[in-house]
């Protein structure tokens, strides 16, 4: 962000140029543009990089040269200094996102094959285990069905049958 004294200074070169300038007919709207940006917003006006140089470019006085520093790179004419750090939000948190889930599957996938072996990889539905199991000890054992979701086996024990939603016996929902 900009300071008072800064704002001051490119909206007075702003005036200049727009009133005795001969800018292009896009540098006229960009310059206006950002005269409106300044006018609405004030110290708290927000431009990019980008921006923030065309407007230097486009303000810098006329007589004026360009200071080359020691590295080769133009000095800019009103140097800003940042109060805060310059944020770079879109390509580097995607990085970030991206890293994170890699190390989770890695994770996943690692945890996968030492706990269950290659085959828990794809974990199958289970109906082919379940129906072999099932017919293999229920043939060997007798039973009651109490009512829809709840089974008696030989030796007493009820069997509650989860997922299932049955009418019970004592109060029935339909007639049959």
Not at 26 to 39: E, G, I, N, P
Request: contains cysteine; positive net charge; proline residues 5%.
């Amino acid at each position: 962000m900009l300071d008072e004294i800064e704002i001051t200074h490119f909206r007075n070169r702003i005036d200049d140029i727009l009133r005795n300038g001969q800018p292009t007919r896009w540098q006229r709207q960009f310059l206006y543009d950002v005269q409106q940006k300044f006018v609405r917003y004030g110290v708290r006006t927000r431009l990019t990089e980008k921006q923030l140089s065309m407007l230097r470019r486009l303000t810098q006085p006329s007589g004026a040269s360009v200071v080359q520093l020691a590295d080769g790179r133009p000095a800019s004419p009103v140097s800003i200094p940042r109060k805060f750090p310059r944020r770079t939000y879109g390509y580097r948190r995607l990085q970030v996102k991206v890293a994170l889930f890699l190390v989770l599957l890695t994770v996943v996938l690692v945890s996968r094959v030492f706990h269950g072996g290659m085959t828990s990889l794809w974990p199958s539905s289970g109906l082919e285990d379940a129906t072999t199991a099932t017919t293999s000890q229920f043939a060997t054992q007798s039973f009651s069905i109490t009512d829809g979701d709840t089974i008696r086996m030989g030796d007493g024990t009820r069997v509650r049958l989860v997922g299932f939603n049955a009418p019970e016996v004592f109060h029935p929902r339909c007639s049959s």
